[in-house]
């Protein structure tokens, strides 16, 4: 099916899928299979952008052609490329033919000539490389194009892809024009690293996806058959919850929490507790001060009764700082004080002044003479030019 009737069928076929969406999404494919515009999904990572396009390739049973981006990525690897490989070799077969194009040339101009009439042979269709945007295009049979992580990819890449996006066409210089037979559906996402060009935008229908509610959190969980009890299932979703509320450096994503339910299945658990939450809590965050966040806030997420003791300064982190602090307050003021108590040296290392001895004679500044202090200059400017 590539055409739907309403939202509903396409919530429908979308959950036949395993992917759940809410009206809004629906609501933008259905827009997108009848209106034959561009699909933007802006959001962060792991809330479902990519699986979207999957499941909409699954209910409209069109093949799924996919443009991973990247910094650096030049058009070549996204439109088409020459297969000079494959030119090479026919240049070799045929070296023969061509030696008999040129045998009775006058002269060395004209067989340049006759040679460039044929270079159309080696640039056509039969060593055209299609790369994913052309084979949208080309292709006999209709298709999803997934250009994924588009913000990933550099400005220059964005204005290649707007004669694809708004006519469904793509230019060959030595070819021409290919336009496409069956409008390819088009979705392209962005994880936010950086802003999209408004003419990219403009082309495109658009659809912020964000972590989805508690209630649809749980429905995706419990869809894609962890193994995980449902009551335990609920609870680690709100966990999760707690979790993105946390200043972290990466949010805990859907295809996480997943991973963690199954985590918890496979470790066969019955009860959610802070302990064994802690000691899986890096399936689903990633980084080291994210990590230890995640686990001092566990105990009250799973328990907002609970009373976790304050640590004092002792750090155990294991750091191996050694302060060798102890429980006692310690006056560093007093004892920085005692180490300058007089007595601990003798009278000269601190040198104490007698009221009775009688004030230094101040030391008169010896006179250098100016012819002195020339022959000095002297000296060392020609030392400095011997150097």
């Known amino acids: 099916m590539s055409r739907f009737d309403s939202v509903d069928e396409v919530v429908e076929a979308l959950g036949e899928e395993g992917y759940i969406a809410d009206t809004r999404l629906a609501t933008t494919v259905f827009l997108v299979t009848r209106m034959d515009k561009p699909l933007l999904i802006e959001g962060p990572a792991g809330v479902g952008k990519t699986e979207l396009a999957k499941a909409m390739a699954k209910i409209s049973g069109r093949r799924l052609l ?67 945007l052309l084979e949208s295009v080309r292709s ?21 892809l707007l004669e694809t996006l708004a006519e469904y066409q793509v230019s060959v210089p030595e070819v021409g024009t290919f336009v496409a037979e ?19 935008k403009r082309r495109c229908l658009h659809l912020f996806l964000d972590y989805p509610s508690a209630q649809r959190e749980l429905a995706i969980v419990k869809s894609k058959n962890t193994g995980l009890p449902d009551a335990l299932a609920a609870q680690l979703v709100d966990v ?55 686990v001092s806030a566990l105990p009250r997420l799973v328990d907002p009764n609970a009373e976790v003791p304050e640590h004092d ?23 920085r004080a005692g180490k300058d108590e ?24 010896r006179k250098v003479t100016a012819d002195r202090g020339a022959r000095s200059f002297g000296a060392n400017l020609g030392r400095r030019r011997a150097l």
């Open 140 to 160: 006999k049979e209709p298709v999803v194009l997934l250009i994924d992580e588009v913000d990933r990819a550099d400005e220059a890449l964005e204005a290649v």
């Open 342 to 365: 007089p007595g601990r040296h003798d009278d000269g290392y601190y040198r104490t002044k007698d009221p009775d001895e009688p004030a230094p004679e101040p030391s008169t500044p």
């Open 66 to 132: 996919r443009l991973q981006c990247y910094e650096g990525q030049d058009e070549t690897k996204a439109l088409y490329e020459w297969d000079y490989g494959k030119q090479l070799l026919y240049t070799q077969i045929l070296r023969e033919k061509i030696g008999q194009v040129v045998a009775d040339s006058p002269d060395l101009q004209d067989a340049v000539e006759r040679i460039g009439a044929q270079e159309s042979v080696f640039f056509s269709e039969r060593f055209l490389a299609s790369r994913p």
């Open 182 to 200: 069956q409008p390819p559906y088009v979705v392209l996402t962005s994880n936010n690293t950086r802003d999209l060009s408004a003419a990219l």
């Open 240 to 294: 999760v919850r707690g979790l993105r509320e946390l200043e972290l450096r990466k949010a805990p994503s859907i295809s996480e929490t997943i991973d963690w339910a199954r985590t918890l299945a496979v470790l066969g658990v019955t009860e959610l507790t802070a302990g064994i939450l802690s000691d899986t809590a890096s399936v689903v965050v990633k980084y080291d001060k994210d990590v230890r966040k995640a």
């Open 313 to 335: 300064h002792g750090h155990g982190h294991g750091h191996g700082h050694g302060h060798g602090h102890d429980d006692s307050e310690v006056d560093g003021r007093a004892v």
